[in-house]
């Protein structure tokens, strides 16, 4: 029997086996570029991010300090600016500190560079962004994340994390709905 989600077959876009191995060198990279022993403060942007998030963070290994965002953004046509409303900030103190903003996905890039610019304003030392996934061609702001694990084309995901109203978020590979 194949998997469906709202009676929709889906098919393995990535294994968990390569979400896994790809968790490792991605963190490696992360490292060497952000002051291999200094603190980082890990945000995580729910609730697509929660499986990589706690999956990345222990691949970074020690002296990390972890805080949650939980955003609805709305595209502001007057003003062409993306606003974002928190339903829940950070509570560290982020000033001075090495940030790693992480989110399971960059599609317009919006809800990420309104993140990044509300983040830069509370001045930390240095403000680097990760994405799981890139799906560039989507791409409506000008905006790249620092660190990706896969781009990936424009097709509709689930699993690790990811949901198709709200359903799906617990598979452990990444799959596209057919
Ligand atoms: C998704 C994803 C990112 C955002 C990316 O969140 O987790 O936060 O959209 O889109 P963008 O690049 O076009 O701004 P979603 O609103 O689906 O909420 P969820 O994380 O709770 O599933």
Redesign the pocket.
Known sequence: MSLRIKNKELEILIPESNIKSRLKSLADEIRKEMNKNEEIIAIG?????FIFFADLVRELGSNIKIDFVVVS?YFDKMESSQNIVFKKDIEVDIKGKNVLLI??????????KALVEYFQKKNPKNLKTCVLLDKKE?REVNYDADFVGFEIPDKFVVGYG??WGEEGRTLKDIYFVK
Request: hydrophobic share 30%; proline share 0%; charged share 35%.
């Open positions: 942007i729910l609730k697509g991010s953004s989110d399971d996905i960059i599609d317009t890039g919006r809800t990420l989507r990811l949901d």
